[in-house]
């Protein structure tokens, strides 16, 4: 018999068998739909060796589906593969004036260039590299150059009627603490007491919480708030209940637009360092009079990219993809020329994702489109490309830290997986890699578009305890 004819019909068979063992969704991961309410139209499932060309699993897979944070994930592997984990972004300082003993006799000017990761304490070091340079007294105004940026980028849109949650906040190419004023609920012995993590003068707090008793369960529904904005002030006031049970809590609120906040840190942190200071704000371009003094690089790509992935940073992911767009297409970025570079990063790629629809890069989104098999593939690719380690060590590990650290805790998968999340009124979503029993990976995807979405971790975890076990 002819063994070389004998591969190819056995090749042919096994092929035959994948694409009929593929029709259906694994028995558990169909019975926990059920029990959730959710129908099977409303799920879209791939799954896909890391190193085998076809799926083991594809389920409503070419189905055009709402990803949620998931799209974070197309968003980090192009800027990795497009920039390099080793990329850094600048932040600039001017002067339009001239410097005498320390005094200088004009403008200081910041120019921004996106950094998504700029801190209040990369601000603080950077004030302190401008007054070794000489600078200790400022006479002129705090010119802040956003033109990194198009003016009309990352126009508002709230999510869940929370106006001033810090996920709702929009790009700048200055962003300072990603304008996030953090406050924490900690209970004393007779009085819950809240406090701003980093301290700004202009934030006032209300505080009418009161001590309650019991398990600390959902503590967020617990209290309210307002937020009253002035001139030169936001009022947050707290009504509500907090149980000593629940320990120190933390409520990220935006209370500030992008240029108020930056310009009352820089005040803040100006006076600590014994600086000199009674201007005023300005927003303008770089004057060509302008003199640069210094610059601060940020941490690498491949790092930043970790608290994007890890922890689902909406915002960061945000000034990501702008900033792909002013590296590949130049100033100012616009979100449009972010989804047309990543578009013809892909088509470089040989991956065709007609469906794809990117608004902002975050999955924060009631319009952003992929499928399960192109978020698949997209896997695949990454994995065998050479930014590969950084873009796995970003993702969450289950049950171990990130948005995936409460999830699976002590089963077979814990530790054993590399995994996205995404969520969003009517929409959960679950992808990345998950290693078998017998050490091999798995490329996981699971989208849900339902009114019901919500409900369906168990059928997510489902899955994932499926591919871990074969």
Sequence with gaps: MNVQLIKPVFMLAVLVFSAVAQAELPS??????????????????????????????????????????????????AALDLLTPSYRWKTEIYRDGSLDNGVLNGDLIIKGNGDPSFKAQEFWRLLMSLQQAGVKEIKGDLVIDKSHFAKNVGARRTFDNETWRAYNAEPSAFLVNGRNTSFKFVAAENKVIVSQEFELPEVKIINNMKLSQGACGEWRNRFGY?????????????????SPDCGERYLELSVFDDEKYAFYTFKKLWRDLGGKFSGNLKILELPMSATKILEQASDPLGYVIRDINKWSNNLMARQLLLTIATEKTGVPATEAKGMAAITAWLLQKNLQFDELVIENGSGLSRIERISAQHIGQLLVSAYHSASMPEFMASLPILAQDGTVKKRLNGSQADSRAHLKTGSIDGVSAVAGYVMDSQNKRHVVVMLVNHVRAGASQAAQDALIEWVNQQ
Excluded: H, R
């Excluded at 002035?230 to 006031?237: G, Y």
């Design 226 to 242: 307002t937020v009253k904005q002035k001139v030169d002030a936001s009022i947050v006031t707290f009504s509500g209940t907090f």
């Design 28 to 77: 558990t991961v169909a019975e926990a739909l059920k029990k959730a309410g959710i129908p099977q139209t409303g799920v879209a499932v791939f799954v896909q060796p890391v190193d085998v060309l076809l799926p083991t699993v594809s389920y409503n897979a070419d189905k055009s589906s709402n990803p949620a944070s998931v799209m974070k994930l197309v968003t980090t592997y």
